[in-house]
């Protein structure tokens, strides 16, 4: 858990990451996994984990020496980027720390012209949160897979920024 005085870090995610990630990937969309029959696609995979940091922005967030979450951000280019996940494990949920992080990656993208992302029908927690930070709902997108929720859809989010 989180100690009051304790300093997030966002670091690049490196090969030697990869186990770590898993893991925090892993718990932080366990309950996902309950509500709608599955994660999303390659969270639990470390081969995955590898392959986003070669080819998008991986940073992971750190507190102390324990890997408490990620974030993968993808260059669509004329400054637009896709927010493709930003997780953080369950205990330190509720803390502040997914808001540093959109805070941080505006930062260190200072190009951004928008700012896109998708997330669950039923994840209201984060409806409330993207929104808080200036993100508007712009289309939903039903997502059919076997043995999943039949009525699974994302919804699309986006962030002008000026």
Known sequence: MMKPNSSMKFDKAEPDDVDELV??????????????????????????????????????????????????IHDKGNGEYFLDTLYVRPSYQGQGIGRKAVNYIEKVFP??????????????????????????????LPI??????PNFTLFQYEKEVE
């Not at 709608?36 to 696609?41: C, S």
């Not at 995979?45 to 890997?67: F, L, P, R």
């Open 23 to 72: 893991v925090a990937h892993a718990e932080s969309f366990s309950e996902a996994e309950q509500m709608y029959g599955e994660g999303p696609p390659g969270y639990k995979n470390a081969q995955w984990h590898h392959e986003m940091i070669n080819i998008h922005s991986y940073i992971k967030i750190g507190d102390a020496d324990e890997v408490v979450g990620g974030i993968i």
């Open 111 to 140: 190009d951004a012209k928008k700012w896109s992302l998708v997330t669950p029908y039923r994840d209201f927690r984060n409806h409330r949160f993207y929104e808080s930070l200036g993100y508007v709902k712009v289309g939903e």
């Open 144 to 149: 059919k897979s076997e043995g999943m929720d």
